[in-house]
Structure formats: structure tokens, C-alpha cells
């Protein structure tokens, strides 16, 4: 009798709450990595290959919806429930700077140069730091219809994109003027945005569609109806030639960007899926998800049979530890043996 294959991701646990963002940072000199955030207020940092847990960022005092690292990898930022976005040393897990908000703190975003931090949340502002003068007042945009679901930059730090919580559509502003120069209209409030990372595209997800947008000119791409509804979604940064979606059915789909046809679908979580990301590479993919974990997926055919395990991950290389100070804090960075990622095989349900 033939076994069955099942897809067999790395499932990263250490979160008590659901994963509501994930963020993968550019290929740097010491790899890529991957940061998640959590209504448990406390952001996590992983190998982006391995999903080995390096660290965890201790000092929010409420839930944290958005989570993001600079282009180098060197620093990390987050919005929180507690009123603050704050500004991380990756490499020790320090805060660098806390930003005081009216608000809770929906998204932010580094600007590609990394001089810049965009913030967005409940009071419908958006606020734009500078990192090199973090006390300074930050310069302030008012003209947003709605609270502030997310934020990125765009045309190398010329223009910043938003979505709001309660109305359709991505707003795009000209940061030297700071008005509204397009909208890309959708039926629904979009819940997802992503930049390509070569710049040519825009992809969001609103209720059950999801789009792809011409981000120079502005033009819709492509645009598919999907059979769930849509909380994220993310295209393959190498090809551009498929695209991941998960929402509220808890599986993450695959489609081919050309056809939108489906071809593959990935089934393990336990929740619906808050958000999915291709890593910089492209050969994986994570989704965070309800159910408080981090599952993995390789993009190729990474089937095996039902009873075999994947390999021990390698060591994690950024935050260097030994055996007698992983339940010690180093220089602010909480290390514990709870965000350590275990290997599960994914379940059909």
C-alpha cells in the first residue's frame, strides 16, 4: 500500500497568543530572518532558513500587530497596543527608542535607506520618525479617512503606502508634499499590502480577492476571487510566477500568478491564518496563524511519507549563546528554551 505524502513544514512554537505579522528581512552577510508578532507583546526573532528562535523582544505592555527589520537586519521596529512603536538592537535585543502614540499602533514600516520609521494605528495619522534624531517630533500626516490597518514604503522612500481598517482602497502619498497622489480602489478594507522586492508590484488582499498591482504606473495587474476569505497574501520575490494566500479556512494556498489557478495548498494549522510571507529567496514560505504558531513550508516538492521526520536544524548564528546562558538574559535579549521551534508534520483536517 503506497503512503501518503504530506507536506512536512518547521513549526516554530514560543508564542502564547495568535501571530498576527510576519516579516522576513533581506539576505544579509549572516543569512535572513524572520520576525513575528504576537498578541502576547512580545515579538520574536528566528533564523529565516531554519526558524531556529534567536531572541525575544521584552518590553511592550500590550498586544504588538506589526513587526518589521531593517534592510541590514541590524534593527528591529514594532506597534503595539500599549500606545508605543519601539525601536530594537536586533543583534541584543535592546530598545534603542520607544515612540509615544495617542493610540494603539496598527503598523510601521523602515524606510528602504533606513533613516526613517513609518508608524499608522487607530488615530488615523501617520507619523514618520526620524532614526537618526529619535527625539524629534516626527512629521505628520492627518489626512487618513480611517484608523490605519497597514503601512509601507515605496519608490525608494518617495511614497508611502496605506490601507485603512473601516473603508476599501491603498492610499499612496508623496512624502515631500504629503498628499493622496492615487488610490487603488477595492471593494474591501484591504488587510494586507506587499511591495515586491524587485518594486515592480503591489499586492493586497481585501475580503476575498486578491491583487496585484502595477506599482509604477498604478494599473491593476491581476486580480483573483478566492474561495475563502483573504487575511494575507504574498508573491514569490524571484519569478513572480506564484503567489500564497491564508485566511480564515486555516490553509495557506498557492496559485500560479499567470492563471491563478491553484497548485498547492498546505493544511497543518489550527486557527485561521493572519499572515503569510515569502522569504527573500523564495524557496520557503511562513504563515503565522490563530493558533499561536509559525509553520514554515518549503515552495518546492518538499512531500514525505507520513512517518518521517525532518532533520535537526542548525544552529542559529546571530545572538551567540552557550549551553549555560540560554535561560539567562543577555544585554537585555530574553533567551528561554520556550521559543525554540519543534518539528511537526502537518495534519490533514
Known sequence: MEKKKVAVPLVCHGHSRPVVDLF???????????ISASKDGSPMLR???TGDWIGTFEGHKGAVWSCCLDTNGLRAASGSADFTAKLWDALTGDVLHSFEHKHIVRACAFSEDTHLLLT????????????????????????SPGSVRTVAWLHSDQTILSSCTDSGGVRLWDVRSDKI??????????????????????????????????????????SYNMPFNVESASLEPKLSNKFIAGGEDMWIHMFDFHTGEEIGCNKGHHGPVHCVRFSPGGESYASGSEDGTIRIWQTGPANHDENDTLPGNGPAGKVKVGDDEVTSKIEGFHINDKGKNEEEKAIDI
Open 120 to 143: 499608522g494605528g487607530f488615530e488615523k495619522t501617520l507619523r514618520i520618525f526620524d532614526l537618526n534624531r529619535p527625539d524629534s517630533p516626527p512629521r505628520e500626516v492627518d489626512d
Open 181 to 222: 497622489v492615487q488610490l487603488l480602489e477595492t471593494k474591501s478594507p484591504v488587510t494586507s499590502v506587499e511591495v515586491s522586492r524587485d518594486g515592480r508590484y503591489i499586492t493586497t488582499a481585501d475580503g476575498s480577492t486578491v491583487r496585484f498591482w502595477d506599482a509604477n504606473h498604478f494599473g491593476l495587474v491581476k
Open 47 to 49: 533564523n529565516g532558513e
Open 24 to 34: 522576513y528581512s533581506p539576505i544579509t552577510p549572516d543569512g535572513f530572518f524572520l
